[in-house]
């Protein structure tokens, strides 16, 4: 059922609350292309009991705060697969972020080992033993109208078995005894400040030698975080403010000073307005202020091979436990807790999985103990132990 007009949104959305839903799966569609910052919302599918539909968010006389309503209601679980984008789009419309969550994928990788994060459709067959066509509309363009009967099958059939796997999974993480770590990352999911880009943070995304000089890793804070300032203020993908690749480049080309920087903006930027790049002077300049009074930008940098270590056993613990390695710590995440610039390894549940010992490893207080051992199988497999004096992280590694 396609809803485009407010009266039909209000009527489905008066209908739903009335029945009281425990929870209700919800996908979105959207366009994120290479010219603009924002996405463009332009489908909101929902399901829940027996009934689905989809509502046309660009239609130009629909209200949409009757959808906002039902984002908000906390008697309501709102079930996603992978919600990060569906709910940067909506926060974009609603200003506000949708709670309660429940995310399938985060769900599923908290119950079982992916070398990956793990997508909706292979999860629906892994679960619910269905295998769905998802290249039949995968690079649709959703913002042209009207829609063809391919591109609403496609949106409506996510959100069908969506509404499914809830109580699959649900059932899964309390066997696996995970409810509560589960719960304790759709809390940090709906955190709004993993939506809200502060250009501040910027730079983080940016892949440079974070051992370089201190004044290089400036030049970068404050390019990158002018670029973010610009994309978000007009709307523009980041790489059509400056690309990437050039912030990255003042570190090996040694660009510190801000005429040189300046310079170079004017040449690998485009339709930036004289006033925006006056305004990276300031930026600089603020940076520059925070530098010398700190005298210090951290440093990533740590040693290798401890990273490698801590990789192994972290890998083999996941593989033991049946719980995703990405969802513990990306590759990033452990090198910034190796390095003390990431703490996200030593909270919460993370911390009682991985952290704890490792930390104590870090600070010298544990060793590893490694050993050869053959299976009944007749693999062999290296054994490591990390062990303190009130701890131990056992790991198997097959070789």
Not at 67 to 83: D, E, G, P, R
Not at 94 to 111: E, L, R, S
């Amino acid at each position: 059922m396609l809803i485009s007009t407010t009266s039909e949104l209000e009527d489905i959305c008066e209908e739903l609350i009335a029945q009281k839903p425990k929870f209700i799966a919800v996908d979105t569609e959207f366009i994120r292309n290479n010219l603009t910052y924002y996405p463009k919302l332009s489908l909101i599918q929902i399901s829940y009991g027996s009934k689905s539909f989809v509502v046309d968010a660009l239609a130009p006389e629909v209200d949409l705060s009757f959808i906002k309503k039902i984002m908000l209601n906390q008697a309501i679980t709102k079930v996603f697969h992978s919600c990060r984008q569906d709910i940067e789009s909506l926060f974009i419309v609603f200003k506000c972020i949708p709670t309660p969550i429940f995310d399938t994928q985060v769900a599923a990788m908290f119950c079982h080992y992916y070398h990956d994060f793990i997508g909706y459709s292979k999860v629906v067959e892994q679960y619910q033993g269905v295998a769905l066509d998802k290249i039949k509309a995968k690079n649709s363009d959703w913002l042209r109208r009207p829609l063809s009967e391919d591109q609403l099958d496609y949106a409506i059939n996510d959100v069908i078995h969506l509404y499914g796997l809830h109580q699959i999974l649900c059932n899964k993480l309390e066997e696996n005894n995970r409810m509560g770590w589960f719960q304790e990352e759709m809390e940090s999911v709906v955190d709004i400040n993993r939506y809200l880009h502060s250009p501040k943070d910027a730079w983080r995304r940016i892949k440079f030698n974070y051992e370089a000089n201190p004044r290089l890793v400036l030049t970068v804070k404050a390019v990158s975080e002018w670029q973010e300032t610009l994309a978000q203020r007009y709307n523009m993908n980041r790489n059509k403010v400056v690309n990437n690749a050039v912030i990255a480049s003042f570190i090996e080309r040694n660009v510190e000073h801000v005429d040189e920087i300046l310079d170079d903006l004017k040449r690998n930027t485009k339709n930036i307005k004289d006033e925006d790049l006056l305004e990276f002077v300031d930026i600089f300049n603020e940076n520059e202020k925070s530098f010398v009074q700190q005298n210090y930008i951290p440093s990533n940098s740590y040693d290798r091979s401890v990273f490698d270590i801590l990789s192994i056993i972290l890998e083999s613990k996941c593989k033991e436990n049946n719980i995703s390695r990405k969802l513990v710590s990306s590759k990033d995440d452990l090198a910034g807790s190796i390095s003390g610039q990431i703490d996200k390894l030593f909270k919460g549940w993370r911390y009682d999985f991985f952290g704890r010992p490792v930390e104590s490893f870090l600070n010298a207080s544990s060793k590893f103990e490694i050993s050869a051992v053959r299976s009944a199988d007749s693999i062999t497999k290296i054994q490591s132990n990390l062990v303190e004096a009130n701890c131990e992280l056992k790991s198997t590694a097959e070789i």
